[in-house]
């Protein structure tokens, strides 16, 4: 596993922008798949958006188009960035890590956008 420390939520309006930063530990971080999952009040988590070793990406339907990951594999860290945010984006966001599915949780940030 790998320690995970997220930063760059805040409150910001609808249409506006935030980038996301995840922080990792550890030499290996370079032979891991990344992601970033979300939790709504009331609501399961869900997948956002995963990057692999290679640089491959998946994105969900509801963030197609708007948001974008990345990876900096000298820095240790993976980003997430959020255009034209909506309400409906407001949540906690989680970065993860892991070599086969998620072992690596990171404690979560809060995006919150205002109508």
């Known amino acids: 596993q790998v320690q995970l420390v997220e930063s760059g939520g805040g409150l910001v309006q609808a249409g506006g922008s935030l980038r996301l930063s995840c922080a990792a530990s550890?030499?290996?971080?370079?032979?891991?798949?990344l992601g970033w999952y979300r939790q709504a009040p009331g609501k399961q988590r869900d997948m956002v958006a995963t990057?692999?070793?290679?640089?491959?990406?998946v994105y969900a339907d509801s963030v197609k188009g708007r948001f974008t990951i990345s990876r900096d594999n000298a820095k240790n860290t993976v980003y997430l960035q959020m255009n034209s945010l909506k309400p409906e984006d407001t949540a906690v966001y989680y970065c993860?890590?892991?070599?086969?599915?998620?072992?690596?949780w990171g404690q979560g940030t809060q995006v919150t956008v205002s109508s």
């Open positions: 993860v890590a892991g070599s086969r599915g998620v072992d690596s």
């Open positions: 550890g030499s290996i971080f370079r032979t891991l798949a």
């Open positions: 990057i692999t070793t290679g640089g491959n990406t």
